[in-house]
Structures are given as C-alpha cells and as structure tokens.
C-alpha cells in the first residue's frame, strides 16, 4: 500500500485574483446584475427580526487582527468584502462588515471559542456558489472564509482515500488525483469554484450521482470545529467503522449550522478510462423516461449519467450563451454518459443503442462522441444553463425532487400559472435520481411574482410526496417550508439538536430551521 503524504501541497490557483471572491467569480460568469444592485436580504424580507447576537466592535477585530496575522486574513472593507455578502445568483445580499480567513483548524477554534464567547454570529464560506441563499449573511454576521483551508493532506493510493482541507476547490482535487487514475465521485458545474467543505456542508449531488451515490456514503470521515470551539475529530478513513452513533452524517447537510468542517477524508473511485456521451432528441417527457427505462437495460454497468433538458433550457444557451446544439430541434433532449474500462466496447453499445432507440421511434435524432473536446461541449449545454438564465435579469431557481412519473408536469402547471408574467419557465435536471431544476425569470425580482410562485411550487411538490429540495439545501430562502418535506417530529428533533450542539445559536442564523 502506498500513501502519500502532502502536507506542502496546496490548492495553489486559488491565490489567482479571479478565485479570490464572489465578486470576482462573478465575472468569470457573465453575470449581469452589479453586487452593489443587489437589494438587501433585510429590506426584501422585512418582517425578518435580527437575531439577540452582539454587535460587532473594534476590539473584537483587534482580536482577530492578532489572531491571523498577514495580509489578506481580516478582511474590514467595504470593497474587499461585497462579494462575500452577496450570494452567487445575486439574490440575497447581507452587511457584514468582517471577513475572517483562517489557515489552520486550531485557528477556526480559536475564532469560533472568541465568537460564542460574545455572542457574535458566524457565517462559514466556501466557494460561494450556493443558490439557496445559505452561505452569505443575512444580517450583519462575520463570515468565515475556508479559502486558506486549501491543503491536500494526503493520499492513498490502494483504497483510493483522499484527506484534504475543507477549502479545496472541487475541480483542484479532480485534476490532482487524476495523475494517479482516480475521480472525484462528486461533480459540479461549479466544480473551478465550489469548495469540498461546502459540497460537504450542504450535501451535494451532481451529474454523478446515478454512478457513485451522494456524500452521505462517499465522505469516510470529516474534522469539525464546533460552535464552542471544540475540534470534533471524526476523521476516519476506513471503509467499515460500526462503532457508536456515525456523528460525521450530522455534519454533512446541516449547511454550517453545527459548525464549521476543515477537514475531510473522501473516497475516490478508480478513474474510467474510457468515457462516452450521447445527445439524444425526443418528442416527449414521457419518451425521456421511455428511453430511461431502455438505457439502464442496455447500457447497465457502464451507464453514469442521464440528465435532461427542455427545449425552454436549449434556448436559454441559444439566445443568452450563443451556444449551438449538435442536434436539431426537439421538445426534449437527452445526455447520457457511460464510462468504463473498454473505450471500444462502450462505444459499440451506446451506437448500438442509439441505433435500437431511432429505429423504435422512441429518439428522433442524436448523436454520440467520444473525442474529450466535444464532450465537454455537449455537457455545456446542460451544466451552462444556470448561467444563462442569469441574463435574463432575476432567476427563481428551484430544485426539488419528485415521483420521476410527475417529473415534468411541475414545468407545465407552472407555465400555465405564470404566463406572460415571466421571460421563461424552464426545466431540467437529474432524470436518474428524480432531481428536477425548475428555474423562472423576469427581468428584476418581482413580489408578485414570488407570491404566484411560493408557496405554490411547495405544494405542488408535497402534494406528491416529493422533497422541497433534491440538492441545493434549504438554505435562507427555504427553511419555513421545511415542513413541506419533514414531519413535525423531525424538525422538532433537529431543532433539539441544534440547541444541543449551539445552545447560542451563533452558527449561520436564520438558515435550514424555520423561525420559532
């Protein structure tokens, strides 16, 4: 067995300027909407009551001035810390007015033992690209950054164990690792942003998910400093540890509201060495689970992904990304993925079932490849979608999870109840997992709008016993309607826990639980 240990290693390119903040990341994006535009999250929602937390003083920066010495660690102006407060979708904005930047685990400690002390709320950050409004303040609490939390700590090699700082950034990982013929068994668009500790942090799922699982069975172990300052040392690296409660499943989706992660260890599967994708075109929602249903028969052991897209999304990228589709157009569009170990071999089958599915009627048109330039560029279309729809103005973004039988019909009933109050409805997503993206627009945000769109769509979703949210989280902007998805009971119990764990409540505030 051969373990690498890499502790001088860091994630070197987050120290260029366009990775430093979410300002900064927002123009690598394109987005359209100036952060100092952004209304603010206390004025949007202003029955929403600040917190009993402290106010933050001079003394206390002096303190953590002393704390993280060098340059770049404290971060006190208003220039350097608007990307910070305001989310990646531009939809939530906060006034904190301290950004903190710890290196090292004992340091989150120390701040976070500082922070109950006063009672001053924290914000932890990572890369930012939440779209739940979870990882900017609300109202004016420090942020905690884990961009200096950057450091691969170590690797192995046989078991394919990856121990590495919460502040990695998600496609660092993915590239380092491939020297040694392993993948991430996560995958993001915002894998050049996200950070693991946030993938951690809020569960998330990706295009992978149908291959490799979600988190909950790929995280083997994880170090968190809790909101007293104790560091939780849960970092196993084992496979198989039934011994007590699994106190890391805790940690991964309670979106930072239990304390902060700085370290994980990540199981990473054998790289395959050969991928393929198709881009299919159909003339129905119902031929997409048609095909589905044929894929999983066919295709089986060597099928990784299965994702879809409306003709509302292909459009998005048309109009707004001057992107092109390989394919005609089609109500409905498929991008199936297979990896394997026999390039060959996987590219015989997945001609063999494109050929099986044209001549069934059931695909109208498609196409396959297997050069990595043009796979990249089909999974554009699908993964730029988001991005696209931010120039249209403001983006309602939902993601819930649903019976892949009612999947599409969530699209069409709310077409059918915005009209022409919007730009577009759109719909997309994890067909594999029953993970949809519902996603609305209008030029700038609308009350009246939101008041046809909430709580509608969560009644929609609870009416067929589906989950409010699939992967996102709940975040700030879907925590009163947990109960759309969780018992009574179980809220009740989270909310123990919760008092438990910070019986000060100084750890993300006003996020995931609903108001008491």
């Known amino acids: 067995m051969r373990i690498h240990f890499l502790f001088p290693r860091a994630c070197s390119y987050l120290t260029k300027p366009r990775m430093r903040h979410a300002s900064n990341r927002c123009r690598s994006f394109h987005c359209t909407v100036p952060i100092r535009s952004v209304e603010l999250t206390k004025v949007r929602y202003p029955n929403l009551k600040r917190g009993p937390f402290s106010i933050l003083g001079d003394a206390d920066v002096q303190f953590f001035e002393r704390l993280l010495s060098g340059a770049g660690r404290v971060l006190a102006d208003a220039s350097e810390i608007e990307g910070y407060n305001t989310d990646w979708l531009k939809t939530c904005r906060g006034s904190s007015e301290l950004v903190l930047r710890p290196k090292t685990t004992e340091e989150v400690s120390a701040i976070l033992n500082y922070c109950n ?82 993938n951690i942090a809020t569960n998330a799922g990706g295009v992978r998910l149908l291959r490799y699982g979600s988190l909950h069975g790929s995280i083997l172990g994880l170090e968190a400093v809790l909101p007293n300052g104790e560091i939780l040392d849960c970092m196993s690296t084992l496979r198989k540890d039934n011994t007590g409660y699994d106190l890391k499943q805790l940690f991964i989706g309670s979106e930072g509201t239990l304390g902060i992660v700085t370290a994980a260890s990540v199981l990473c599967p ?30 089986a052991e060597i099928l990784s992904a299965y994702e879809f897209l409306d003709e509302a999304s292909v459009a998005v990228n048309k109009e707004n990304l001057r992107m092109a589709s390989p394919i005609g157009d089609f109500p409905f569009y498929i991008l199936i993925e297979t990896s394997g170990s026999n390039g060959d071999h996987d590219e015989e ?23 990595t330039s043009k796979i990249k560029d089909i999974w554009s279309l699908r993964e730029r979608v988001a991005e696209g729809l931010l120039h249209d103005g403001y983006c309602y973004k939902y993601d819930v999870s649903l019976p892949q039988a009612k999947f599409y019909d969530l699209v069409v009933d709310m077409r059918e ?37 909430e709580p509608f769509v969560y009644d929609w979703v609870s009416k067929y016993n589906g989950s409010i949210s699939a992967e996102h989280g709940l975040g700030f902007k879907k925590r009163n309607f947990i109960y759309h998805s969780k018992s009574k009971s179980a809220v009740s119990l989270m909310q123990q826990l919760k008092r438990s764990i910070d019986p000060n409540g100084i750890m993300n505030p006003y996020k995931v639980l609903p108001e008491e």
Not at 147 to 163: A, C, F, Y
Not at 433 to 450: A, F, I, K, R
């Open 270 to 299: 054998q790289k395959p060495s050969a991928v393929s994708v198709a881009f299919l075109g159909c003339e129905s929602f119902a031929r997409v689970l048609d095909i589905y249903k044929e894929a999983k028969g066919m295709l």
């Open 349 to 371: 089958k997945l001609n063999t079932f494109l050929e099986t599915m044209m001549s069934s009627g059931l695909v109208l048109d498609g196409t396959v490849v297997t050069e």
């Open 417 to 453: 109840r915005l009209g022409t109050s919007v730009i577009r409805v759109v719909g997309y997503g994890h067909v594999g997992d029953g993970n949809l993206h519902l996603n609305m627009t209008s030029p700038t945000y609308s009350p009246e709008v939101m008041s046809d769109i």
């Open 117 to 198: 002390t006063r009672r001053l709320a924290v914000v932890p950050q990572g890369g930012n690209t939440g779209l739940v409004g979870g990882s900017v303040p609300v109202f004016d609490e420090v942020v905690v950054s884990t961009q200096l939390l950057n450091k691969i700590i170590s690797l192995d090699e046989l078991s394919g164990t990856l121990v590495c700082q919460s502040g990695c950034v998600l496609g660092y990982m993915e590239e380092y690792i491939a020297d040694y013929n392993l993948t991430i068994p996560l995958d993001l668009g915002a894998k050049g942003s996200c950070h693991i500790g946030g």
